[in-house]
């Protein structure tokens, strides 16, 4: 797949008192890369202020087919993330989800 022919959806939430991200950032981002002929993810990422939780969450994402939904990464994601935000993170990973759904929407009407 070309990248100029792929599509990001990105999802936003609010970030807890206490974590480092939120002096930066704010908000939690997630963002998806997707294959929009496949409607994989081929890549993501998130407003993590280290590099290891970018990849950790990457790696839950990454080749996900989004038209078996959302739930299964963010169960993955639940049981292995231990740490301040999971909450957040998760609104943020349902957001992107939804961009998407939006998208899929727009692009059937046209």
């Avoid at 939780?53 to 994601?77: A, M, Q, W, Y």
């Amino acid at each position: 797949m070309n990248s100029n022919e792929t599509i990001i959806c990105t999802g936003y939430s609010r970030l807890p008192d206490g974590m480092a991200a939120k002096n930066l950032y704010g908000v939690m981002g997630v963002g998806f890369e997707i294959d929009p002929n496949t409607d994989r993810i081929l890549n993501a990422s998130c407003t993590f202020v280290t590099n290891m939780c970018t990849d950790f969450i990457k790696s839950i994402l990454s080749g996900h087919d989004l038209k078996e939904g959302i739930e299964v990464p963010i169960e993955r994601f639940e049981k292995r993330y231990f740490g301040l935000g999971k909450k957040a993170i998760i609104s943020a990973m349902k957001d992107a989800y939804n961009q998407y759904l939006i998208y899929k929407s727009m692009s059937v009407s046209i």
